[in-house]
């Protein structure tokens, strides 16, 4: 990559301006022309520049409040653009057109913006291809709060970073093509915020897209959503090749990664392939990943190899994963080989993973889709919801209290659940695992242990309907004492060719197992 500019009214350079309250215009046409606009100790200042051609730079530097910067260049290969304002409520636009489309590194244009201060609006559009802007709201400045970022970029290989030090920010980044990237450069995340109640919302239209939002320095009440192949309306949604990743730490904080979602009337979603990660790290913080899912009526969604990661450290924390599912009225949804992982260590988490049809008279079929939830500490909740062939869930709970919910619906599916309350204060029937599976030859493993001697809580239900299908419970207590209770097993099973067994140790435990046809049945 070319290297930025240095800020210089040098000999050559059109367009030099330096007294307060001053208006500068620069006008040039042809190739390898040069600007630079200086305005220090004023208010109300404004300098615009105007470059048709090639290979062009642009230079504005602005030291007061109100000021306003306007650069449009068209043409392919420009040098770069840059700008430096501080005060308040600056005003930068600028537009790029006209990128090289064979180009192997960004010139085509490179754009870099500077500001300290509060309430300042930029607007950055480039159309072309291989194109560059790097937006910064630099500390010791000011407080750099309630300033609106927004990018926009058409064509293919674009990258945009934004770094940010405040609060109260809007950052709005739209990619429209493939191979773009708001992402790592330089070691900065793509969209990278430290401070309070700041807003990021990325959208990428296409393939092969990269996106990255870093939330930092224990901030709260942050957002940040990254959509990759979204419609609202009566289109396609498609997202293939797509990489997402999100980083927050404090609490108040939600992140949401959509990758192949059909969110409007008779509209269908595509997700190929996509991966997408969320890392959280405080208190009542909130991720969501939707890839390949149909959140409207009338519309299908497929959702094929994606990966989901989330992993959330703190309490309070809810996490959910929808893959290959339909979530509306009315709507399909296929998901194949998808794969959701969500790690929480704390208390009072929730995790939810979704593989299937939540809607009214929705209709999913999942093949070799794998949902696994490992949650440490007390008081968690994993549920895990699976349609079609061939699907695993797995739940890992290591902590008191904790609650599993497995429900499969379809064949050859199955659900694993392991919990160990060793630590903690139990009360009886404190933790519980419930496991409910309808189809053919599905499996159902339930393991709880515990070192406790007294009160380990233990509650496990199995419920399967159909043949062939197998239930194994084990409550296990490894202390000396025999004095223990409150472990209760219960499987019911509805149809033929099904096996069952149970195993509880210790003493003043329930096992119940029911098998059979359906009532009247014959």
Same mark, same amino acid.
Do not use: C
């Given at each position: 990559?070319?290297? !930025?500019?240095?800020?210089?009214?040098?000999?050559?350079?059109?367009?030099?301006?330096?007294?307060?309250?001053?208006?500068?215009?620069?006008? +040039?046409?042809?190739?390898?022309?040069?600007?630079?606009?200086?305005?220090?100790?004023?208010?109300?200042?404004?300098?615009?520049?105007?470059?048709?051609?090639?290979?062009?730079?642009? +230079?504005?530097?602005?030291?007061?409040?109100?000021?306003?910067?306007?650069?449009?260049?068209?043409?392919?290969?420009?040098?770069?653009?840059?700008?430096?304002? %501080?005060?308040?409520?600056?005003?930068?636009?600028?537009?790029?057109?006209?990128?090289?489309?064979?180009?192997?590194?960004?010139?085509?244009?490179?754009?870099?913006?500077?500001?300290?201060?509060?309430?300042?609006?930029?607007?950055?559009?480039?159309?072309?291809?291989?194109?560059?802007?790097?937006?910064?709201?630099?500390?010791?400045?000011?407080?750099?709060?309630?300033?609106?970022?927004?990018?926009?970029?058409?064509?293919?290989?674009?990258?945009?970073?934004?770094?940010?030090?405040?609060?109260?920010?809007?950052?709005?980044?739209?990619?429209?093509?493939?191979?773009?990237?708001?992402?790592?450069?330089?070691?900065?995340?793509?969209?990278?915020?430290?401070?309070?109640?700041?807003?990021?919302?990325?959208?990428?239209? $296409?393939?092969?897209?990269?996106?990255?939002?870093?939330?930092?320095?224990?901030?709260?009440?942050?957002?940040?959503?990254?959509?990759?192949?979204?419609?609202?309306?009566?289109?396609?949604?498609?997202?293939?090749?797509?990489?997402?990743?999100?980083?927050?730490?404090?609490?108040?904080?939600?992140?949401?990664?959509?990758?192949?979602?059909?969110?409007?009337?008779?509209?269908?979603?595509?997700?190929?392939?996509?991966?997408?990660?969320?890392?959280?790290?405080?208190?009542?913080?909130?991720?969501?990943?939707?890839?390949?899912?149909?959140? $409207?009526?009338?519309?299908?969604?497929f959702g094929s190899e994606?990966?989901?990661?989330?992993?959330?450290?703190?309490?309070?924390?809810?996490?959910t994963v929808n893959q290959?599912?339909?979530?509306?009225?009315?709507?399909?949804?296929?998901?194949?080989?998808?794969?959701?992982?969500?790690?929480?260590?704390?208390? %009072?988490?929730?995790?939810?993973?979704?593989?299937?049809?939540?809607?009214? !008279?929705?209709?999913?079929?999942?093949?070799?889709?794998?949902?696994?939830?490992? +949650?440490?500490?007390?008081?968690? !909740?994993?549920?895990?919801? +699976?349609?079609?062939?061939g699907n695993d869930a797995?739940?890992?709970?290591?902590?008191?209290?904790?609650?599993?919910?497995?429900?499969? %619906?379809?064949?050859?599916?199955?659900?694993?659940?392991?919990?160990?309350?060793?630590?903690?204060? $139990?009360?009886?029937?404190?933790?519980?695992?419930?496991?409910?599976?309808?189809?053919?030859?599905?499996?159902?493993?339930?393991?709880?242990?515990?070192?406790?001697?007294?009160?380990?809580?233990?509650?496990?239900?199995?419920?399967?309907?159909?043949?062939?299908?197998?239930?194994?419970?084990?409550?296990?207590?490894?202390?000396?004492?025999?004095?223990?209770?409150?472990?209760?097993?219960?499987?019911?099973?509805?149809?033929? %060719?099904?096996?069952?067994?149970?195993?509880?140790?210790?003493?003043?435990?329930?096992?119940?197992?029911?098998?059979?046809?359906?009532?009247?049945?014959?």
């Amino acid at each position: 990559m070319r290297n !930025l500019l240095v800020l210089t009214a040098a000999l050559g350079l059109a367009g030099v301006a330096s007294a307060q309250s001053n208006t500068a215009t620069t006008t +040039q046409s042809g190739t390898t022309n040069s600007s630079a606009t200086v305005q220090e100790g004023g208010s109300g200042n404004e300098a615009t520049v105007d470059q048709d051609g090639t290979e062009n730079e642009s +230079q504005i530097r602005q030291n007061g409040n109100a000021n306003i910067t306007t650069i449009d260049q068209d043409g392919f290969s420009h040098r770069g653009i840059e700008t430096m304002a %501080s005060g308040d409520g600056n005003i930068t636009n600028i537009t790029q057109s006209g990128g090289d489309p064979g180009a192997e590194t960004g010139g085509n244009s490179l754009t870099r913006v500077e500001l300290w201060g509060d309430d300042n609006t930029v607007d950055v559009t480039q159309e072309g291809d291989n194109q560059r802007v790097f937006v910064e709201l630099q500390t010791g400045g000011g407080g750099n709060d309630e300033n609106d970022i927004d990018i926009f970029q058409e064509g293919s290989g674009q990258d945009a970073l934004v770094d940010i030090d405040g609060d109260l920010n809007t950052v709005a980044v739209d990619q429209a093509g493939s191979d773009n990237n708001v992402g790592v450069v330089f070691g900065t995340a793509g969209v990278s915020i430290v401070g309070d109640d700041n807003d990021v919302d990325i959208d990428q239209d $296409g393939t092969g897209n990269s996106a990255t939002a870093s939330v930092t320095g224990g901030g709260t009440l942050n957002s940040s959503t990254i959509r990759q192949g979204v419609e609202f309306g009566a289109a396609a949604g498609s997202a293939n090749a797509n990489t997402a990743s999100t980083t927050q730490a404090g609490s108040d904080n939600d992140a949401t990664v959509n990758q192949g979602v059909a969110a409007g009337l008779l509209a269908g979603a595509e997700a190929v392939g996509n991966t997408a990660a969320v890392d959280q790290d405080g208190t009542s913080n909130e991720a969501t990943v939707n890839q390949g899912s149909a959140a $409207g009526a009338f519309v299908g969604a497929f959702g094929s190899e994606n990966d989901a990661d989330i992993q959330q450290d703190g309490t309070s924390n809810v996490a959910t994963v929808n893959q290959g599912s339909a979530l509306g009225g009315l709507s399909a949804a296929a998901g194949a080989l998808n794969e959701a992982d969500v790690a929480q260590d704390g208390t %009072s988490n929730e995790a939810t993973v979704n593989q299937a049809a939540t809607g009214t !008279l929705d209709a999913n079929l999942g093949v070799g889709n794998i949902a696994d939830v490992t +949650q440490t500490g007390a008081s968690n !909740l994993a549920t895990v919801d +699976q349609d079609g062939l061939g699907n695993d869930a797995f739940v890992d709970q290591d902590g008191d209290s904790g609650t599993a919910d497995i429900d499969q %619906s379809g064949a050859d599916n199955m659900a694993d659940v392991f919990q160990d309350n060793a630590t903690g204060s $139990g009360t009886s029937n404190a933790t519980a695992a419930d496991v409910d599976q309808v189809g053919s030859g599905n499996t159902a493993n339930i393991d709880q242990v515990s070192a406790r001697d007294d009160k380990p809580g233990f509650s496990s239900t199995v419920n399967q309907d159909g043949t062939g299908n197998s239930a194994t419970v084990e409550q296990g207590l490894v202390g000396p004492s025999n004095n223990t209770w409150g472990l209760t097993a219960t499987i019911t099973q509805v149809g033929s %060719s099904n096996t069952a067994e149970q195993y509880q140790s210790k003493r003043n435990n329930e096992a119940t197992i029911e098998q059979g046809l359906v009532d009247g049945a014959s």
